[in-house]
């Protein structure tokens, strides 16, 4: 097991506010729920009643706050009227000392926290990071009031894939399910993570068939080509992952078993 794995999940079991490790992590859980196997794209009838009898897959939304080495930064801010803001304080966490968000992808489970019910800031002190492909396309292609709207909240930086967005982390293609969907990959020392945003939304069917994607995605064919590069790398080199629609605490290690994979 790598330190950070170690170290990650020594810290999401703590119930205090000190980080382990030069990588600690908070999981944030948002919404917990269930969604309907209609959503899937590219299973089989049978692949489905195997991994989920009922009809009924399991969903969640989370977040996540690091800290990378004295850098705090929140990945990601849940839906603007969910749970992410009370899940930081409960951790002893004000929103007010929250200094840098970087931003997965624009859908409204990922960057809606960002606006508070008033349509104000929630967090009246950070900047925000947002990919240039992913920013273009809601804000110029799509024209998305509500992300051009959150957006304008904020001060913003763009960055390209391969860029470090800041210290420690940098930015990898992981485009499909939107044009600009990032994973992050967090390196401080020999430790390292990856914030994998929604690589994966349904880890019960989508680990072990990773050829499945969902009707979420912009482009489902690129979605799972996305899912097995970084399933891979994840698996290679034995990084730990950290996934929003994953099972709380969201953090898992990655292994090949036969034509897929598996967490642990």
Not at 43 to 63: R, T
Not at 206 to 212: A, H, K, M, S, T
Not at 225 to 231: A, D, H, M, P, Q
Request: charged share 20%; proline share 5%.
């Amino acid at each position: 097991m790598s330190k950070i794995f170690a170290a990650v999940l020594l810290f999401v079991f703590m119930t205090g506010s000190a980080y382990a490790g030069t990588i600690g992590t908070i999981s944030l859980v948002d919404v917990q729920g269930q969604s309907d196997t209609s959503l899937l794209v590219g299973a089989s009838d049978e692949q489905i009643a195997q991994y989920f009898p009922d009809g009924k897959m399991p969903s969640q939304i989370l977040a996540f706050y690091v800290r990378i080495a004295e850098n705090d930064v929140l990945f990601d801010a849940g839906l603007q009227d969910g749970k992410i803001l009370m899940a930081l304080m409960e951790k002893g966490i004000n929103p007010n000392d929250v200094k840098t968000i970087l931003i997965t992808h624009l859908h409204p489970d990922h960057f809606g926290g960002l606006v508070s019910a008033e349509g104000g800031k929630s967090f009246p002190n950070a900047e925000v990071y947002v990919s240039e492909v992913e920013r273009d396309y809601w804000c110029n292609v799509i024209k998305n009031e509500n992300v051009i709207n959150a957006l304008a909240l904020y001060e913003v930086h763009t960055f390209a894939f391969g860029d470090e967005v800041i210290a420690g982390v940098t930015a990898v293609d992981a485009s499909g399910h939107t044009p600009g969907h990032t994973v992050y990959d967090i390196k401080a020392g020999d430790e390292e993570l990856l914030v994998v945003g929604d690589i994966m939304h349904f880890p019960e069917i989508q680990f072990p068939l990773p050829g499945v994607s969902v009707k979420y995605d912009v482009d489902p064919v690129k979605a799972a080509e996305s899912r097995r590069k970084i399933l891979e790398l994840a698996s290679e080199k034995k990084i730990p992952i950290a996934g929003m629609h994953i099972t709380p605490p969201g953090i898992f290690g990655v292994k090949v078993s036969g034509e897929g994979y598996e967490k642990f």
